[in-house]
């Protein structure tokens, strides 16, 4: 992982970019870390927009415990939960 310091990032930013695809590049103001330039090729901008969400991330932490305390549901009842269930029609 290679570190820049800010003011001394002066190289076009298409240089860092290629930096990045080999691991992150940490960008640091007085030695301290204050950006991550990582490479997100395989990503889709969904997934980058939730995972760097707050509210989202606390959300799915949330859920993570009530799953460890109350238990989670079976694949039967998730079934239940979530296929329509079918009307039957009269024939006239």
């Not at 395989?42 to 993570?64: G, K």
Request: hydrophobic fraction near 35%; charge should be positive; charged fraction near 35%.
């Amino acid at each position: 992982m290679k570190t820049v310091e800010l003011r001394k990032a002066t190289q076009p930013l298409a240089s860092y970019l290629n930096e990045a695809r080999k691991g992150p590049l940490i960008l640091t103001v007085e030695g301290n870390p204050v950006a991550a330039l990582v490479s997100v090729r395989d990503s889709d901008l969904e997934a980058i927009s939730l995972s760097t969400n707050s509210e989202f991330l606390d959300l799915i932490e949330q859920s993570r415990r009530d799953w460890k305390r109350k238990g989670g549901l079976s694949p039967s009842e998730m079934k239940l939960r979530l296929v329509p269930k079918k009307t039957s029609r009269r024939k006239r």
